[in-house]
């Protein structure tokens, strides 16, 4: 099999670009069906599909982050109009954010730490789906994420969870690498 150069320095020089530097514009309707379809094709022992996926465009994100505000204000009753605001734009500026939830199915065969790790790699395959298409990603799980308020609120279901919110945009700014850590301070070989 050949190399496919092209995918290598991807995989070598992918980024995460944070919230505030995604924009429009984001994925056509076209687009973001392969992006959800590409992201769907992970590893997943005994083929139940242990995630979900919940979108997030348009006026969507706006009404989205008015019931994070809501709830974040009941929870933090002193949040200022600064911090309000922060929280109605959780899902903004970013055209797309797609919440992938782990929707855990009871197998023998497949431990939850297995269905865990598979709706993981939803999270990573969108973002490689993203960069496929020109666009960016980050993948971010603030605190409504994990809480079970927000999550209800955010379309989870029973016995589900956010593991991860994926911002989907073009690129308003060429970010920087960061240090990786040495292969010799992260790799052993058994043996």
């Known amino acids: 099999m050949a190399v496919n150069t092209a995918l290598v320095t991807?995989?070598?020089?992918?980024?995460?670009?944070?919230?505030?530097?995604?924009?429009?514009?984001?994925?056509?309707?076209?687009?973001?069906r392969d992006i959800l379809a590409i992201a769907t094709r992970v590893p997943d022992h005994g083929k139940f599909a242990p995630w979900r996926l919940v979108v997030f465009h348009g006026d969507a994100r706006r009404r989205a982050g008015e019931l994070i505000a809501g709830l974040a204000q009941q929870i933090r009753p002193e949040l200022d109009a600064a911090g309000l605001e922060i929280e109605r734009n959780q899902f903004l500026p970013a055209p797309v954010t797609v919440g992938v939830l782990v929707s855990p199915k009871p197998n023998p065969k497949a431990p939850y730490e297995e269905q865990l790790l598979s709706a993981g790699n939803v999270c990573f395959n969108l973002l490689h789906a993203a960069y496929a298409f020109g666009f960016a990603g980050s993948w971010t799980n603030r605190w409504y994420g994990?809480?079970?308020?927000?999550?209800?609120?955010?379309?989870?279901?029973?016995?589900?969870?956010?593991?991860?919110?994926i911002h989907i945009g073009t690129p308003t700014a060429q970010v920087e690498d960061r240090d990786r850590p040495a292969l010799a301070d992260v790799v052993t070989y058994f043996g």
């Open 10 to 32: 991807h995989l070598k020089t992918r980024r995460s670009v944070g919230i505030g530097f995604l924009k429009d514009p984001g994925p056509t309707d076209d687009e973001l």
């Open 146 to 165: 994990t809480d079970p308020r927000a999550q209800q609120l955010l379309g989870a279901r029973g016995g589900e969870h956010f593991v991860g919110f």
